[in-house]
């Protein structure tokens, strides 16, 4: 109810544009998301079985296909519902997103520094909260 699930064009361009830097800093960002992620929900640490070099590149992978199909989200939907099954059958809950959400934005914004301007959090938020419902299924 009242979840956005659109991205403005506007939107699009600043996920394309910044994604750059996601790449470019992929290291870094995904390690510091870790920490801000287990620092905020110390009990889903356990929850992950894989090498953490491993869920990294895999998460990863995730957000590039989010952005590649940045203007129809549609294509991705059964993915991120499959991909949101296997993490209720391990335990993630609903509440857990917005957290992983958060925890992401901090790791950009600290990466990022100035350049990541109030519209581009912005953009990012949306991005993982359409992520987010798509993966619980709230459609
Ligand atoms: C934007 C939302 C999310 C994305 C894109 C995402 C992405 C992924 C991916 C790609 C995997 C690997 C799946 C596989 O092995 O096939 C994974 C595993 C996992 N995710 Fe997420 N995830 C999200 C949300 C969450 C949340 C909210 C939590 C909990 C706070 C979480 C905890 C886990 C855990 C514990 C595993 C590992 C399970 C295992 O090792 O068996 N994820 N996630």
Redesign the pocket.
Known sequence: MGKIMILSKQEQSILISTYTTVMLHANTITEQFYQN?FEA?PE?EP????DMRQ?RK??T??VRLSISSVDRLNRIEKQLRH?GE??TA?G?KPE??P??RDAWLQAMADDMGDAFTADVRQAWSNL?DI??SM?LGER
């Open positions: 992620l929900l889903v929850l992950f079985t894989k869920q895999m998460f992978e995730i991909l296997k993490h391990v993630i857990y997103y957290v992983l993982f992520i987010s993966m």
